[in-house]
């Protein structure tokens, strides 16, 4: 079975990527958010990356 990246409708706090990578990667929410913080706050490469994860990841649809 092959497992795919979606965004996260159910567990989002903005746009559901962190949420969509926490569970495809089987993690908590909380830690993918928090290591997001942490590239944004580390060179602002965090912002950048998350928008476009936003544009390029298709959402659940859930």
Excluded: N
């Excluded at 903005?14 to 993690?27: P, R, S, T, W």
Aim: hydrophobic share 45%; glycine share 12%.
């Amino acid at each position: 079975m092959s497992r795919r990246l979606y965004r996260s409708s159910h567990d989002k706090q903005l746009g559901g990527v962190c949420g969509g990578i926490a569970e495809y990667l089987d993690l908590d929410p909380s830690l993918v958010r928090i290591g997001a913080l942490l590239l944004l706050l580390v060179g602002g490469t965090g912002f950048l990356a998350y928008l476009v994860a936003w544009f390029i990841i298709p959402s659940d649809k859930a």
